[in-house]
């Protein structure tokens, strides 16, 4: 893996060279992957994989690159077919490696044989986290570039609404958030059983999001019940709704899954918006290692020893809280000055432009 800062990297100069982006950035896509094309926009012409399909003499003339991210969950040989058929072509393969493994757990070994052929097939793999350095395989990794997670500061406007107000919350009570798309993975059920096990009568929760299902969302409101202090929103949250839930959260909660779990953009959403977090010690928060804590991390093996340490982490919270109630303000300050100078998409964008030209210096 280089060994370079990204800001140690100058930009190259010259030709613009065409680049895909997969999947395509849409009006719908999240946040991420909106930062990253416009980010790549500023150093290259962006093809859609249409466009290609349609003038695919575009691979010979003007494409140099192809930029990939969750393509290994996709099912089948079709992708990889592609894949090959870019590389006989000379087309460079770039894939960022979000994940262990896909978090859906679907056919692990067709899972583990994608992954590997990926890994050997690509030229560059950008990671945002440097626990992923251990998950490649020897191999492949003088292949790997770290740059990091982008933050998500200035995405979103300010709130239109008070929502601890419109939810009836005192401003001396303790708010837990968790914010995003509801999959199973991001272990919602285990929040839920912790949260009730802490009953404390001044903590509530809020949960918002689009559930992956509308089983998935029935299960969830079974869950909940009656109690009055887990509060439900249960849809796809827009963009403009963001920042309300952000302003009344006290700490964002992501009780993810250890077992597929490398990054976090809503670890780095939390982080954007001056909140600290509660979430096992996946990759992003690895990184902070021997720097001073803003966070509260935890590990476990089971998904009861899941909620056991989850509970206990929100129990520290809370004393924490009750005790001390300008730490949760002062670590949430600490986590957004880090993003905001380490996780600047300008401050690595020159890093991420080489290694999508292969121009990204040896020294490893």
Request: charged letters at 20%.
């Amino acid at each position: 893996m280089s060994n370079l800062a990204p800001s140690a990297i100058p930009a190259a100069h010259g030709k613009r060279q065409g680049l895909i982006l997969l999947p395509p950035c849409t009006q719908n896509s999240n946040a991420y992957l909106k930062n990253l094309r416009a980010t790549l926009a500023k150093d290259f012409d962006l093809f859609d994989i249409n466009d290609v399909r349609k003038q695919p003499w575009l691979l010979l003339t003007k494409i140099h690159a192809v930029y990939l991210n969750w393509i290994e969950n996709a099912p089948g040989w079709r992708p990889l077919l592609q894949l090959l058929l870019l590389k006989m072509l000379g087309v460079r393969i770039v894939w960022t490696m979000h994940n262990k493994i896909p978090h859906h757990k679907t056919h692990p070994g067709w899972t583990a044989f994608f992954m590997t052929t990926l890994m050997r097939l690509c030229d560059a793999v950008v990671i945002h986290c440097r626990e992923s350095l251990e998950i490649l395989p020897p191999h492949c990794r003088h292949k790997a570039h770290y740059l990091p997670l982008g933050n998500y500061i200035g995405n979103y406007p300010p709130p239109r609404v008070d929502l601890r107000r419109q939810l009836s919350i005192p401003p001396e009570q303790m708010v837990l958030l968790s914010l995003g798309s509801l999959k199973r993975y991001k272990n919602i059920e285990i929040l839920i059983e912790a949260f009730q096990a802490a009953a404390r009568p001044d903590i509530h929760l809020i949960v918002a999001g689009l559930p992956e299902s509308d089983a998935y969302a029935r299960d969830i409101g079974r869950l909940v019940g009656a109690k009055t202090h887990i509060h439900l929103d249960l849809r796809h949250i827009p963009d403009n709704d963001i920042s309300a839930f952000m302003e009344a959260a006290d700490v964002f909660v992501s009780p993810l899954d250890l077992y597929s779990s490398l990054n976090s953009s809503a670890i780095i959403l939390a982080f954007s918006f001056a909140k600290t977090v509660i979430a096992p010690q996946i990759g992003t928060l690895s990184d902070y290692d021997g720097q001073s804590s803003f966070f509260y991390s935890y590990t476990y093996c089971t998904p009861d020893e899941h909620v056991v340490m989850l509970q206990a982490t929100i129990q520290k919270a809370y004393d924490d809280f009750k005790a001390r109630p300008e730490q949760l303000r002062q670590w949430g300050q600490m986590a957004y000055e880090h993003v905001r100078t380490e996780n600047d998409w300008e401050v690595f964008r020159p890093a991420l432009a080489q290694v999508c030209r292969g121009h990204w210096p040896h020294g490893r």
